[in-house]
């Protein structure tokens, strides 16, 4: 418990994190996603409440004890069972919990969970206040700039200042409106523009909460820039296709990038073990896809680890050292062209 302590003091000054990502940030991926950087906090996909106290614990909640930090998202609007949820989370170990207030899909709309929340404030507040009675961990809220027809800064800052009165003070937020009716998932991460000036103005007027921000952020230079005027930054889908972005942000704590190759090194004991134990060796493949982006090979390693290609260990220790010759050859003939 005590490296689990430190991890999460470290990242007390400024905090990087990883989105939760529905069917993305699985424990596989996070297992993946730690061997980069060891003091960004990874999040669960989203969970509902329903699934955990209905649909088996285990299964939604279970994770790797290398994933630290790590926060449990959780869905959900009814208060009884989000306090029952986030105690059990405590209890399996997790280092903080975390309530969706973002998620703009149909499916979770008709449950009363995600961004429609939004318009409900007091009912939010109700649901922080019962969770964290239940517990001596963090519980955050993540949530959006606005949604449909409330998209001023005024009814964002309504929003948090009723939720903060429980004692509630850290705050994820997307830097853009979700529109509920009109708008696919997908859309609402892309159609309505960024607004991150009003998550600055935020902090500015709260300098008393934590303030982190999400929302179309790619590069390390842009992190530099947010952490200027917030607390902590969320990256989104980058981290997925582009992971080594996370072994990049250990700039920040002077921390030496670590070799993609040495990773993959660190990565397969897991993978025989995960294999070992039954599953599907395609499941652990597609989140190490994007290890090699923007190099030369990266085309090879997805092809050769896509679509079921990859069908045993060795499939994947060729493809290793398929790119680790394509890279050598490439370092080569740069090497070459600066001598004549």
């Not at 596989?28 to 990874?42: I, Q």
């Not at 961004?115 to 519980?139: R, W």
Request: hydrophobic residues 40%.
């Amino acid at each position: 418990m005590t490296e689990i302590n430190n991890n999460v003091e470290k990242i007390n000054d400024f905090r990087i994190s990883v989105a939760p990502m529905m069917d993305w940030t699985t424990k596989d991926y996070r297992f993946f996603a730690r061997l980069f950087n060891p003091n960004v906090v990874l999040y669960t996909e989203m969970v509902t409440t329903g699934a955990i106290i209905y649909g088996g614990a285990n299964r939604h909640l279970d994770f790797n004890k290398e994933e630290h930090p790590i926060v449990l998202q959780l869905g959900g609007s009814n208060p009884q069972e989000l306090a029952t949820c986030t105690k059990m989370a405590e209890d399996w170990g997790y280092d903080e919990v975390n309530l969706n207030v973002g998620c703009p899909s149909d499916r979770v709309q008709n449950n009363k969970i995600g961004a429609c929340l939004m318009a409900e404030p007091n009912l939010v507040a109700e649901c922080i206040h019962s969770m964290q009675k239940a517990v001596s961990i963090p519980v955050t809220v993540k949530h959006r700039i606005g949604i449909d027809d409330m998209q001023s800064y005024e009814e964002m800052l309504h929003f948090v200042d009723t939720v903060a009165a429980t004692g509630c003070t850290h705050f994820i937020v997307h830097a853009r409106i979700a529109i509920l009716q009109g708008l696919s998932p997908k859309e609402n991460r892309e159609v309505p523009p960024l607004r991150y000036e009003d998550v600055y103005r935020l902090k500015q007027e709260r300098r008393h909460l934590t303030i982190e921000i999400n929302g179309g952020i790619k590069t390390f230079d842009e992190t530099q820039q947010h952490l200027q005027h917030v607390d902590g930054v969320m990256i989104g889908r980058e981290a997925y296709h582009n992971p080594y972005l996370l072994a990049e942000m250990g700039q920040l704590w002077n921390l030496e990038a670590p070799d993609r190759f040495e990773i993959m090194q660190q990565m397969m004991p897991y993978i025989h073990q995960r294999v070992a134990e039954g599953a599907p060796l395609s499941i652990i493949t597609r989140h190490i896809l994007g290890l090699f982006q923007n190099l030369p090979g990266a085309r090879k390693w997805r092809q050769a680890l896509s679509g079921g290609n990859a069908k045993t260990i060795n499939d994947i220790e060729n493809a290793i050292q398929n790119i680790q010759a394509a890279m050598q050859r490439t370092e080569d003939y740069i090497r070459a062209q600066k001598c004549d």
